[in-house]
């Protein structure tokens, strides 16, 4: 008899991040890649035109398709009130927080609903987020506490910020993520980043204006480290080109000095990693730093704020600054900076740390979860 997972893959079908999709993806491919003996994956999927043709092509290997009778926005309401009809019992894994958590029977009819908390957005920021988004999250989360068998989340860190939201005991475990397989410079780096119109040599930065990304204290870091390098902020919401700018010349930097860039495919983020001097992750926020894991796996020298989660992630593989200091965070990117050996240096200890996040070693954790329930 065959064991079978069950993956929720509403990220798949239609995305509302491109990191959960990415996510979503890349944990699913490493299940079916890396299925146990006796054991299959599933897919769970919200109704859609070609969806069929859309999961094949994202996750080829699933033995079959559970197809909803609702698309994902109003699955994702349906969801939230509890009602979940025609979705079956099983082994069901959702790699986000949308998730049918009702009640099952685990004991009796083996059913198990696991979800996964990637941040802490909808609770750490949300008066920048849509009032409906923080309501949807945090009526997920309440359902979670209730019916969930476990909750994964990516940190230690956030695993300890987690007890504070509900009585989740022992059932939350951590599984951190990592850059999409195959994540490297690719050989047509320096192409791409003369068709994204981008200087040589340059500090990156990802984020938006809003207070949580810490751009202000990035742009502030630059100029303390009295640099001439250009900066490089990528991720940028459409729409939010115009006030980065503004924090930019607020912060000091000249016109010209920062080049403001959207979210980028994979091959494209990768080539203008390639391209970066250092990344510096200033936010202090609880979310997985998919950034700070790339730029790792890219080997690119990191500067971070010293936060439990930056503490957790870069480890060893970067330099940390004090955020109550603050001119700590432009002092350790001249640190970083200060001559071609400790460039490379730098880049070298960042490579190292970035073998310890794979998608392989995450789905090996999922499957264990599972058989443990």
């Given amino acids: 008899m065959t064991?079978?997972?069950?993956?929720?893959?509403?990220?798949?079908?239609?995305?509302?991040?491109?990191?959960?999709?990415?996510?979503?993806?890349?944990?699913?491919?490493?299940?079916?890649?890396?299925?146990?003996?006796?054991?299959?994956?599933?897919?769970?999927?919200?109704?859609?035109?070609?969806?069929?043709?859309?999961?094949?092509?994202?996750?080829?290997g699933l033995v079959a398709l559970s197809r909803m009778a609702?698309?994902?926005?109003?699955?994702?309401?349906?969801?939230?009130?509890?009602?979940?009809?025609?979705?079956?019992g099983g082994m069901i894994h959702s790699p986000t927080l949308m998730a049918p958590l009702v009640r099952h029977d685990r004991v009796h009819a083996h059913d198990q609903i696991v979800a996964t908390l990637w941040d802490l957005d909808a609770w750490e920021?949300?008066?920048?987020?849509?009032?409906?988004?923080?309501?949807?999250?945090?009526?997920?989360?309440?359902?979670?506490?209730?019916?969930?068998?476990?909750?994964?989340?990516?940190?230690?860190?956030?695993?300890?910020?987690?007890?504070?939201?509900?009585?989740?005991?022992?059932?939350?475990?951590?599984?951190?993520?990592?850059?999409p397989r195959g994540f490297a410079v690719p050989v047509d780096e320096i192409g791409r980043r003369r068709a994204?119109?981008?200087?040589?040599?340059?500090?990156?930065?990802a984020g938006s204006s809003a207070a949580s990304s810490g751009l202000a204290e990035a742009f502030r870091a630059v100029i303390g480290a009295a640099l001439d390098a250009a900066v490089v902020v990528i991720d940028v919401p459409e729409g939010d080109e115009p006030a980065v700018a503004e924090?930019?010349?607020?912060?000091?930097?000249?016109?010209?000095r920062v080049q403001v860039r959207g979210?980028?495919?994979?091959?494209?983020?990768?080539?203008?990693?390639?391209?970066?001097?250092?990344l510096l992750a200033p936010s202090d926020l609880s979310a997985f730093p998919w950034r700070v894991v790339e730029a790792l796996s890219a080997g690119v020298p990191i500067v971070a704020t010293d936060t439990p989660t930056h503490r957790e992630v870069v480890w060893d593989g970067g330099v940390l600054a004090a955020a109550?200091?603050?001119?700590?965070?432009?002092?350790?990117?001249?640190?970083?900076?200060?001559?071609?050996?400790?460039?490379?240096?730098?880049?070298?200890?960042?490579?190292?740390?970035?073998?310890?996040?794979?998608?392989?070693?995450?789905?090996?954790?999922?499957?264990?979860?599972?058989?443990?329930?």
């Fill in 263 to 278: 979210p980028l495919e994979d091959a494209d983020r990768a080539a203008v990693l390639g391209g970066a001097i250092a």
């Fill in 196 to 205: 994204l119109d981008l200087p040589e040599g340059y500090v990156l930065v």
């Fill in 125 to 179: 920021r949300a008066a920048e987020m849509p009032k409906p988004a923080v309501a949807w999250h945090r009526a997920m989360l309440k359902r979670a506490a209730k019916h969930a068998d476990a909750v994964v989340v990516p940190t230690h860190a956030m695993a300890e910020r987690l007890t504070d939201l509900g009585p989740f005991g022992d059932r939350i475990r951590v599984i951190a993520g990592a850059a």
């Fill in 3 to 60: 064991a079978v997972l069950r993956v929720v893959l509403d990220q798949v079908v239609a995305a509302t991040s491109p990191d959960l999709a990415m996510a979503s993806r890349e944990l699913s491919r490493a299940l079916v890649a890396g299925a146990p003996e006796g054991c299959a994956v599933e897919g769970i999927v919200p109704a859609a035109a070609d969806v069929a043709g859309t999961v094949e092509g994202a996750v080829p």
């Fill in 324 to 373: 109550s200091d603050e001119g700590a965070l432009g002092e350790a990117l001249a640190q970083v900076l200060a001559s071609a050996a400790a460039v490379e240096r730098y880049g070298v200890v960042a490579a190292d740390r970035g073998r310890a996040f794979s998608w392989a070693g995450a789905a090996e954790r999922v499957w264990q979860l599972h058989a443990d329930l």
């Fill in 247 to 256: 924090l930019a010349a607020a912060s000091g930097l000249g016109e010209g």
């Fill in 70 to 88: 609702l698309p994902r926005r109003e699955l994702a309401a349906s969801w939230q009130l509890g009602v979940a009809p025609g979705v079956g």
